[in-house]
């Protein structure tokens, strides 16, 4: 029976071929006491991403997706992943379904917050949107 589990299935592929280019990001971002902003990715369903980032002291955060229509207009409802206070977060994503998928960051304290952000994968890097300013 081993031999069987072997043998490779020509039905089955982990390799997925993409005509785009992979995309890497290394950003510093400031957060001015109370203030927020969005960081933001474009991706398209079944892409990857790896991320990783880190702040200067514990920041309120929320992980999240937003679909788009093929016109590229966002609909909802969004998809949030995690809500959280933290220093840091890491991890990977595999989209399922088109559209922007990152960070709202927000700055509750009275110094400002630094966040380092690095990411890889298939994407677009749409960046820093929303900033509201205190």
Same mark, same amino acid.
């Given at each position: 029976? &081993?031999?069987?589990?072997?043998?490779? @299935?020509?039905?089955?592929?982990?390799?997925?071929?993409?005509?785009?280019?992979?995309? %890497?990001?290394?950003?510093?971002?400031?957060?001015?006491?109370?203030?927020?902003?969005?960081?933001?990715?474009?991706?398209?369903? $079944? @892409?990857?991403?790896?991320?990783?980032? =880190?702040?200067?002291?514990?920041?309120?955060?929320?992980?999240?997706?937003?679909?788009?229509?093929?016109?590229?207009?966002?609909? &909802?409802?969004?998809?949030?992943?995690?809500?959280?206070?933290?220093?840091?977060?890491?991890? =990977?994503?595999? %989209?399922?379904?088109? $559209?922007?998928? $990152?960070?709202?960051?927000?700055? @509750?304290? %009275?110094?400002?917050?630094? +966040?380092?952000?690095?990411? =890889?994968?298939?994407?677009?890097?749409?960046?820093? +949107?929303?900033?509201?300013?205190?």
């Amino acid at each position: 029976g &081993l031999t069987n589990l072997a043998q490779p @299935d020509a039905t089955a592929s982990s390799v997925v071929a993409r005509p785009w280019a992979y995309a %890497a990001t290394d950003e510093e971002i400031v957060l001015r006491p109370r203030e927020g902003l969005e960081f933001k990715l474009q991706v398209q369903r $079944g @892409d990857a991403v790896v991320y990783f980032w =880190s702040a200067s002291k514990p920041i309120y955060y929320e992980f999240h997706g937003e679909p788009t229509t093929e016109a590229g207009k966002a609909y &909802l409802p969004y998809k949030s992943y995690w809500k959280l206070t933290d220093w840091l977060s890491g991890g =990977s994503l595999v %989209a399922e379904f088109t $559209g922007t998928h $990152g960070w709202f960051f927000r700055n @509750d304290g %009275a110094e400002p917050i630094t +966040i380092k952000m690095t990411a =890889s994968g298939y994407y677009e890097e749409v960046g820093i +949107i929303n900033r509201s300013r205190p």
